[in-house]
């Protein structure tokens, strides 16, 4: 589940405010780019969870700074225990039709949710800044979505597989954002 929550900066409580929809946002984002093709067909692009944050505030609209609010996954919504992580950076790859991601995550809170499983959390106390490199959490999607359109702008349902089966030039080209190389 994707989620929009407010930041208090004296007190550092998060809030729920609201699902969201990540696919709609970074499928605009991918459509509004200069489409310049590399040699495989494909487009490498990126935006940082700074610039994602406004867009999905100004799709949902939502006032307010865009450093009030964080762009949160919860990576465990239909478990009691709750696994919350901000949205810090998106790489993409996109060919005409489909786009493999990798998304760059910071751990916001690991807790029990008071509600029970596949309820949000309601609030919850910033423990440690995010922004550490030896802390951050990568995950690999992809979009049913590229350059040209797509099927849906969507992935696959949440929690099922939703594998993005990487050619060596995407793999190479989203490892490399992180500093990994292909090995000759």
């Known amino acids: 589940m994707f989620a929009l929550y407010s930041v208090d900066e004296t007190s550092r409580e998060c809030r729920f405010l609201r699902t969201i929809s990540l696919a709609r946002p970074l499928t605009d984002y991918l459509t509004q780019q200069p489409q310049m093709p590399d040699q495989n067909r ?3 692009w990126e935006i940082s ?25 919860d990576a465990t919504y239909g478990r009691r225990d709750a696994t919350l992580f901000e949205l810090c950076h998106v790489w ?5 039709k489909w ?3 990798l998304l760059r995550l910071c751990t916001l809170c690991d807790e029990d949710r008071p509600n ?8 919850f106390q910033l423990s440690t800044d995010c922004g550490d490199p030896d802390e951050f959490v ?11 359109g797509g099927t849906q702008r969507n992935w ?21 954002k992180i500093g990994f190389s292909r090995a000759a």
């Open 42 to 44: 494909s487009v490498p």
């Open 49 to 73: 969870g700074a610039d994602l944050r406004r867009l999905v505030l100004d799709q949902a609209q939502v006032g307010g700074e865009p450093t009030s609010y964080k762009v949160v996954i």
């Open 92 to 96: 993409g790859y996109s060919n005409p």
């Open 99 to 101: 786009t493999p991601l």
């Open 116 to 123: 029970g499983p596949a309820t949000p959390l309601e609030r």
């Open 138 to 148: 990568h995950e690999f999607l992809y979009l049913q979505w590229g350059y040209q």
């Open 156 to 176: 696959g349902r949440m929690g099922y597989t939703n594998a993005a089966l990487l050619w060596p030039p995407a793999l190479e080209h989203l490892l490399g």
